[in-house]
């Protein structure tokens, strides 16, 4: 997830996964950047042992901490709290709206460190975050295609503009498949390893035909003809039929592409005049939910083609 983050304003403006944030105190560090989807809750560091602090994480301070603050020795506190406070932590969060002391939130003023607070218990407030941080710091791109979900298999159709992308989509959605997002596909990467498409917002639920222009799928074929996001499986890359080019004639050996760092298999099909695509892509669907159940056809034809060739040595026509 490298060089993805959020700034502590982000987790302020949130008003999707209830994180219920406000204000407290440094409010010049709002700029801080979060880079992790784990928190810590830094106990040890406010008795004075610093030594596996994670500055680049939340530190959320519930009753316990709070509590400790409050009742050890106000020079050993104020010590304590110093040293914590020169690390370069992007935020303390302070969790049952507790009131902190106001030693913390001097010393988070002096040193530029937002503090938050939340009504919610310490236990409900990191499981939002958590869930809040890893939605939001998961690796995303744009791809230019055609995502669909036909017969259940999310199938991204790529190619260069006028291929034919949206009108082969066009025809799947006439044989009842589903159309998630036509001309950009959002693409973000869920552990462990899925890749899950989406529409942008503005274009959900449209479509590009040439001559016609754009269509709303929605409205003209209902809501069962479309889908808000889909686990990319396969993807389709549409091409010009090139007759000097040799293109798979068995499909014996499977081709990957990786996306985000994952694998997913990749099928080529050459575009010409006369061929059919919605039923290929859909035979190329079907095809891909037997492989998934262990069948694969091209190489069990190969197999049965092998056991019917006889290989005999050399000196078995010799009496």
Not at 39 to 60: D, F, M, N, T, W
Not at 139 to 163: E, F, Q
Not at 266 to 282: A, D, F, T, Y
């Amino acid at each position: 997830m490298e060089g993805i983050s959020l700034s502590i304003q982000d987790l302020l403006a949130d008003n999707e996964y209830g994180l219920s944030l406000s204000l407290l105190a440094g409010k010049q560090g709002l700029s801080h950047r979060v880079t992790s989807s784990r928190i810590q809750k830094p106990g040890l560091a406010l008795a004075g042992y610093c030594e596996h602090l994670h500055p680049s994480r939340l530190q959320v301070l519930g009753n316990t901490e709070i509590s400790y603050i409050q009742q050890i020795d106000s020079h050993i506190a104020a010590k304590n709290l110093a040293a914590l406070c020169n690390f370069p932590i992007s935020c303390f969060i302070v969790t049952k709206n507790l009131l902190p002391p106001q030693l913390l939130l001097d010393l988070a003023d002096s040193h530029d460190i937002p503090v938050l607070a939340t009504p919610h218990q310490s236990s409900t407030f990191i499981s939002l975050i958590t869930k809040f941080l890893e939605e939001r710091l998961l690796p995303t791109t744009h791809l230019h295609g055609v995502l669909m979900d036909v017969l259940g298999v999310g199938v991204l159709l790529s190619g260069k503009s006028g291929i034919g992308k949206s009108e082969c989509a066009l025809d799947l959605v006439i044989r009842g498949h589903r159309l998630v997002a036509d001309d950009m596909v959002f693409i973000k990467k869920k552990m462990p390893a899925v890749l899950v498409g989406q529409a942008e917002e503005p274009l959900q639920y449209l479509m590009e035909i040439r001559g016609l222009g754009i269509i709303n799928i929605k409205d003209l074929y209902g809501v069962s003809a479309i889908r808000d996001k889909k686990i990319v499986d396969m993807l389709v890359e549409l091409v010009e039929w090139d007759e000097s080019r040799e293109y798979d004639r068995l499909g014996v050996d499977d081709s990957t592409v990786t996306i985000l760092g994952i694998e997913i298999p990749h099928i080529v099909i050459p575009v010409r005049p006369g061929r059919n695509l919605g039923s290929i892509v859909e035979v190329a669907a079907r095809n891909n939910l037997l492989k998934g159940m262990g069948y694969h056809s091209a190489r069990d034809f190969q197999e049965r083609l092998l056991a019917r060739i006889e290989v005999r040595p050399l000196g078995d026509e010799v009496e």
